[in-house]
């Protein structure tokens, strides 16, 4: 029994001989008929050498800290100038959007408000102070907004004035006009 399972085994494996040469024929057939049609590559130009010569300069991708404006003193006669002797107080160092009013209160009969910069830098500012970076003078203090006077040039030697506000809803980094 043993003998005839293994003839019968041996003549169904002979059977299944791989044929693969009409496979390989249709293969060397496609490569001879197909053309081949490679692009050539383009040819590159060489571009000059660009050096960066701006590295040591603040990346105009980051704000800008604790710079203050440069003002040119041109002076015309009969406009507002503001005042340029005056030395400049802690608050000047920073734009109106670094800032927001952190609180308010009344010591001693005087309005103060909390001031707190970008920075995390907490000031305590009173009516005529001054904060901004355009000579901005507070005017008033009440319910939690503090409205001052900016004087901004206008490029022809004169300045002109313009009422804005800091409240306690906005928060540093915020446009608060």
């Known amino acids: 029994m043993k003998l005839i399972a293994v003839s019968a085994l041996t003549i169904v494996l ?8 009409d496979l390989q024929q249709y293969i060397t057939q496609v490569k001879q008929e197909t053309p081949v049609s490679i692009e050539p590559y383009p040819q590159f130009e060489a571009k000059p050498t ?4 701006a590295i040591e300069l603040r990346s105009p991708f980051q ?3 604790n710079m203050g404006v440069e003002v040119q003193q041109v002076s015309q006669p009969n406009c507002p100038q503001p005042d340029f002797s005056r030395s400049k107080q802690a608050l000047e160092r920073f734009g109106i959007d670094a800032l927001s009013v952190m609180g308010v209160f009344t010591s001693n009969g ?15 500012v009173t009516k ?3 904060l901004g970076l ?5 005017d008033s203090i009440n319910n939690g907004i503090v409205s001052f006077t900016e004087m901004l ?17 906005s928060k540093a980094g915020e446009k608060n006009v």
């Open 14 to 21: 002979c059977g299944c001989n791989a044929g693969v040469g």
């Open 134 to 138: 355009f000579f901005g003078k507070i």
């Open 50 to 53: 660009f050096i960066y010569s």
């Open 63 to 65: 704000h800008p800290r």
């Open 128 to 130: 005529g102070d001054y």
């Open 153 to 169: 040039p206008d490029g022809a030697g004169c300045w002109q004035k313009k009422q804005a506000t800091l409240t306690m809803l």
């Open 110 to 124: 005087k309005r103060w408000a909390l001031i707190q910069s970008n920075t995390g830098s907490l000031f305590k």
